[in-house]
C-alpha cells in the first residue's frame, strides 16, 4: 500500500469534513531594490508589475518617486526604515512622528502602505538591538496619533540567524542570549497585530554545506525527503523546513498565534567560480517551485492549509551592490524588464504554450523501484493536489500498488502544474503517454481544468 504524506492527510480530512482549507488565493510580493545605476523608472516599474500576479512590493527606504508610481495601482506596499535611522527614531518620539508625516501621511491611500518595517536584520547587532524595539514603539504611537494604527502595522525583519536551531525544524530556538529581546517583539507583534518577519534563503544553506542529494531538497526538486525525527514529519523541501524551524522558535515562547512572514527568499542566477550552483536553471527550479507551492496552498507541515505571505528577491538584477556576483543576480526580471527565465508570474503567460496540444499523461516508467514510486508519490502529494482519490475509499485506490497510486500522482502534478516537461521527469523515472490510464470509476485528467475539477 502506498502511504501518503501529512499533507496529503490533512487536504482528504478537509475534504472529508466538507471544510475548505482556502479560500483566498496565495500572497506573491516582491523585494524592490533599487541599487543600480540602469534600472527602469518607478512608473515603468509599476507598469511591469501590473502585468504579473504580483500583488505586494517591498521596499526597503522610503522610496518617494516609487510610492508616488505605486498610488492607486492595485498594488499594496511594505516600506522599511533605514538602519542608520533607528537611535533617531529610538530616543525621539518627534522623529517617528516626522517620519510618518513625511513618508506616509502625503500618499496613503493612495498609495496603500500596509506595512512598516523598523530595520532590515539588525536584531543580531549590539549597537541596535536595544534601540529596535523603542523604534517600532515609537512609530506605533506615532502611527495611533495620525489614526492610522489599525491601518498600518510595524515590525522589523530578522535574519534565519536569530535562531540557535533549525534542523530538525522541531528544535527550532533562538539564540539563548537573544531570547529576552525576542521575547519583547514577540510580545509587540502579538499586542499589535503584526507579523513576526524572517527571510529563509535555503541557497544560502546549501552554499555552506552542499552535502550529496542537499540540492534537490532545497530547490523543490524530486527528493526522499528528510524526516524529523521528533514528530516523525517528513519534508520535502527547505523552505517548509526553515520557515517550521522558525514557526517552533515562536511557539516555545509562547507566542502560537502571531503569523510569519517571509520577507525575503530567493535564488542568484549567476555566481562566481565558488557559487557553481548559483545558474540559471537553479534559479528558475526554485522560484517556479516556490511559487508553484504557495500556490497549491497546501502550507508547511506545522501550518497546514495556510499560504506564508511571501516575498521573492528580488525583482530586478541590481549591479551596484557590492560582494560576490550571486548579489547582483538575484533578479526575476532584468533591467530592461524582460524576464531572466519564466517562472509563471505574467498574467499574458499563465498558460504554458510548451505544453503538448494533445491528450497526454504523465506515468512511471517500466521498471522504477517501489522505493522510487513512494518518493514521488511523497512529492505530488506533498505539494498541494488532491490525493484523495488514491487514499483507501477513493476511486483510484484500487488496485492497491504502488505503480498505480504513483501513477495518479505523477499524472495529477503534471496537469496541474501546466503540463510542462519538467514536471513530467521525476528524476528521470517518468515518460508520457498518449494511452489514457482512466479505468472504471477511476479518470486521469488530461489538462488543467480536468485537474482542477476531477
Avoid at 25 to 45: A, K, M
Avoid at 208 to 224: E, I, K, M, T, W
Avoid at 366 to 380: F, K, W
Wanted: proline share 7%.
Amino acid at each position: 500500500m502506498a502511504f501518503l504524506p501529512d499533507a496529503s492527510l490533512f487536504i482528504l480530512l478537509n475534504i472529508l469534513i466538507g471544510i475548505n482549507i482556502a479560500r483566498s488565493e496565495p500572497f506573491i510580493g516582491i523585494n524592490y531594490g533599487n541599487l543600480g545605476d540602469n534600472l527602469p523608472s518607478p512608473e515603468d516599474t509599476v507598469k511591469l508589475l501590473q502585468s504579473t500576479s504580483i500583488q505586494k512590493i517591498r521596499l526597503y527606504s522610503p522610496d518617494i518617486p516609487m510610492i508616488k508610481a505605486l498610488a492607486n495601482s492595485g498594488i499594496d506596499i511594505v516600506v522599511g526604515t533605514q538602519n542608520s535611522e533607528i537611535p533617531a527614531l529610538a530616543s525621539d518620539p518627534n522623529a517617528a512622528k516626522t517620519w510618518i508625516n513625511t513618508n506616509v501621511l502625503p500618499f496613503y491611500p493612495a498609495s496603500n502602505i500596509f506595512l512598516i518595517m523598523v530595520g532590515n536584520e539588525i536584531s543580531l547587532d549590539e549597537n541596535f538591538r536595544k534601540q529596535l524595539l523603542p523604534a517600532m514603539q515609537n512609530m506605533q504611537n506615532a502611527l495611533d496619533a495620525a489614526s492610522l494604527g489599525g491601518k498600518i502595522k510595524v515590525s522589523t525583519v530578522h535574519s534565519m540567524s536569530v535562531l540557535s536551531h533549525s534542523e530538525p525544524p522541531s528544535s527550532g530556538k533562538f539564540q539563548t542570549w537573544l531570547v529576552d529581546v525576542m521575547k519583547g517583539f514577540l510580545g509587540f507583534n502579538n499586542a499589535t497585530g503584526s507579523p513576526f518577519a524572517i527571510n529563509p534563503y535555503p541557497y544560502y544553506a546549501y552554499n555552506s554545506d552542499p552535502r550529496p542529494g542537499y540540492l534537490a531538497y532545497c530547490l523543490f526538486q524530486v527528493n526522499a525527503g528528510r524526516v524529523d525525527p521528533n514528530n516523525n514529519i517528513k519534508y520535502m523541501n527547505m523552505f517548509d523546513a526553515q520557515v517550521d524551524a522558525a514557526r517552533s522558535a515562536l511557539n516555545s515562547l509562547g507566542y502560537n498565534n502571531v503569523e510569519i512572514v517571509v520577507t525575503e527568499t530567493g535564488w542568484p542566477s549567476k555566481g562566481d567560480d565558488k557559487e557553481p550552483w548559483a545558474t540559471i536553471d537553479k534559479a528558475k527550479d526554485y522560484y517556479s517551485g516556490l511559487i508553484t507551492h504557495l500556490r497549491s496552498k497546501a502550507g508547511t507541515p506545522l501550518m497546514p492549509g495556510k499560504t506564508t505571505d511571501t516575498y521573492l528577491f528580488a525583482l530586478y538584477d541590481e549591479n551596484l551592490k557590492q560582494g560576490p556576483i550571486s548579489e547582483r543576480s538575484f533578479g526575476l526580471f532584468k533591467p530592461d524588464r524582460t524576464a531572466n527565465f519564466d517562472v509563471g508570474l505574467l498574467k499574458n503567460n499563465k498558460e504554458n504554450p510548451g505544453a503538448p496540444n494533445k491528450a497526454m499523461w504523465c506515468v512511471p516508467k517500466e521498471g522504477v523501484t517501489d522505493e522510487q514510486l513512494q518518493t514521488n508519490i511523497d512529492y505530488a502529494c506533498g505539494r498541494g493536489i488532491d490525493c484523495s482519490p488514491i487514499a483507501p475509499g477513493g476511486a483510484c485506490f484500487e488496485p492497491d500498488t504502488l505503480a498505480s497510486h504513483a501513477a495518479y500522482a505523477m499524472n495529477l502534478h503534471y496537469q496541474t502544474n501546466g503540463r510542462n516537461a519538467w514536471d513530467c521527469d521525476f528524476s528521470k523515472t517518468a515518460t508520457l503517454s498518449s494511452k489514457d490510464p482512466s479505468y472504471k470509476g477511476c479518470i486521469y485528467p488530461s489538462n488543467a481544468r480536468e485537474a482542477k475539477t476531477n
